[in-house]
């Protein structure tokens, strides 16, 4: 972790300009310093320093302009080479080194191979007028030149890979985005579907018992008392179910009618002994008024969000279980339904992390639309469970 900080904050600093202008301020204090040394005594003169200046200086503009930065380098040995004497300084030949990694580093195109055989040209010139100059000087420049040139090319490419592939994960992260919010929208659907059933029987039944109260209200008052206690009750059922509607829509184009009543809780039993005829180890434990036969009592968009966490729930176990034994328990407390579906350790690790499926979001969406919490998450052991807690509205 603090290695790959290090690196990160050394990144930073490496591209920032101020290094550019330091460095080439340490050049031309470096070539200025050569020029007056003993070595080089017989090199004084404004032209001679103002030829190393303009070999060195570009450097502090070398990312930024760096076409023109290699060109002034490039013009400066041919004027050192015209107008005074060519030099053998470590600054030129430092200063040259990075114009040359630069131009292989930065630049693109045609500009690329123009400013190069610009620089070629000027070097060959500038070697031609030394005064013990021959092959090896030549063969000298054009090695470390080119290699120079070619570690700044493979810089560049390795710069637009990445850069490539930081498109591509971008791409991906926007495709899984879009997968998944496809995959929200579908389950809404869904959902929105069982519910507009759930609220349309709803509406049979008060249309019904409002025909019952309405034919009774003439014959016996009192009698007519229940089916508009029915009538009312229902409607506020009715009418929770579609405030949880809120938000969804319909998939247009589909039939509307002709479904019959969507599950409750009352039918887990009947859905965990299908999955025991069919072999799988699973166990069900129902506590409080569900154990009674009392979970048709809940609102039935309640009892219907309920059964299908458990079904989803048990179809996951079934899928990434591995065999291994499953048990529900659901329960009714303090205005509550407690829902817990655990499956134990499968000794395949990761076996429910890698089932890449959208039903835990599923799961997780009709949790929040009966204003629910649900956690499903992998237990120390390598088991999986999931709790929901939805509670009964009043």
Same mark, same amino acid.
Request: proline residues 5%; neutral net charge; hydrophobic residues 45%.
């Given at each position: ?175 899984? !985005? *879009?997968?998944? =919010?496809?995959? $929200?929208?579908?389950?809404?659907? +869904?959902? &929105? /579907?069982?519910?507009?059933?759930? #609220? ?8 019904? !018992? *409002?025909?019952? =109260?309405?034919? $009774?209200?003439?014959?016996?008052? +009192?009698? &007519? /008392?229940?089916?508009?206690?029915? #009538? ?15 938000? $969804? ?146």
């Amino acid at each position: 972790m603090q290695l790959a900080r290090a690196r990160t904050i050394l990144r930073r600093w490496l591209a920032s300009p101020w290094i550019d202008v330091a460095l080439a301020a340490a050049l031309t204090l470096l070539g200025q310093v050569e020029l007056h040394s003993l070595a080089e005594g017989n090199l004084g003169g404004f032209a001679q320093g103002f030829f190393m200046l303009a070999q060195t200086a570009p450097v502090a503009f070398r990312r930024t302009h760096t076409a023109l930065a290699a060109t002034v380098g490039s013009l400066a040995l041919v004027g050192e080479a015209l107008f005074a004497v060519p030099t053998h300084s470590l600054a030129g030949l430092l200063a040259g080194l990075v114009l040359v990694y630069s131009v292989g580093r930065h630049l693109r195109g045609r500009v690329l191979y123009l400013v190069t055989f610009l620089i070629l040209a000027c070097l060959g010139v500038h070697i031609a007028a030394l005064a013990d100059s021959g092959p090896l000087d030549y063969a000298f420049a054009v090695l470390f030149s080119g290699a120079t040139w070619g570690i700044g090319r493979g810089g560049q490419r390795r710069y637009y890979e990445a850069q490539a592939e930081a498109r591509e994960a971008a791409l991906r992260e926007v495709g899984e !985005q *879009a997968r998944l =919010a496809s995959a $929200l929208a579908d389950e809404r659907a +869904q959902i &929105a /579907r069982e519910m507009h059933d759930v #609220v349309a029987h709803g509406m049979g039944v008060m249309v019904v !018992q *409002a025909a019952a =109260a309405e034919y $009774l209200i003439q014959q016996d008052p +009192q009698l &007519a /008392r229940q089916p508009l206690a029915t #009538v009312r009750q229902t409607g506020q059922e009715s009418l929770a179910e579609m405030r949880r509607l809120l938000g $969804l829509l319909r998939a247009a184009g589909e039939p509307d009618a002709g479904r019959a009543p969507q599950p409750t809780l009352d039918q887990v039993p009947d859905l965990v002994a299908r999955l025991q005829t069919a072999g799988m180890p699973v166990s069900l434990e129902m506590g409080g008024p569900a154990a009674a036969g009392g979970a048709g009592e809940l609102p039935a968009g309640l009892g219907l969000c309920a059964y299908r966490i458990v079904q989803e729930s048990l179809t996951n176990a079934l899928k990434h279980g591995g065999g291994s034994p499953t048990s529900v328990v659901v329960s009714q407390r303090d205005g509550v339904v407690d829902l817990r579906i655990r499956n134990a350790a499968t000794g395949v690790p990761g076996a429910f992390a890698s089932s890449g499926g959208h039903g835990i979001i599923g799961m997780r969406e009709r949790a929040e639309i009966c204003d629910g919490t649900l956690l499903a998450a992998p237990e120390p052991d390598g088991g999986f469970v999931v709790h929901a807690r939805l509670p009964i509205p009043r």
